[in-house]
């Protein structure tokens, strides 16, 4: 099983930046697409963007040119640089590994970094 950690979480005024870590440790034979979600008070959680085990990326209509998300293998390692951060990105983000390529290979989730924007 995978294990994540997020980090980067803050507080910033709109128009600011931020960036996310998630550490990504344990197994390294599924090869996962790594996601990061958001998930605002009182709403369900919301996929932002994706990064396959080939480095393509997806990204959800909402963050497009404001937000991008990166790896760095080495490091084992997934980033999401934010800018141009607006107040209803505030929500709590998570990190997910995600469609592993055996069948055995199980989704996981971290335990989230808190991202609050101030207008």
């Known amino acids: 099983q995978v294990h994540l950690v997020e980090s980067g979480g803050g507080s910033v005024q709109a128009g600011g930046s931020l960036r996310l870590s998630c550490v990504v440790s344990g197994d390294t034979f599924c090869r996962y697409d790594l996601s990061w979600y958001y998930q605002a008070p009182g709403k369900e959680r919301e996929f932002i963007s994706g990064i396959d085990s080939d480095g393509r990326t997806t990204y959800a209509d909402s963050v497009k040119g404001r937000f991008t998300i990166s790896q760095d293998n080495a490091k084992n390692t997934v980033y999401l640089q934010m800018d141009s951060l607006k107040s209803e990105d505030t929500a709590k983000y998570f990190c997910?590994?995600?469609?592993?390529?055996?069948?055995?290979?199980?989704?996981?989730w971290g335990q989230g970094t808190q991202v609050t924007v101030s207008s």
């Open positions: 997910k590994a995600e469609r592993g390529v055996h069948t055995w290979c199980v989704d996981s």
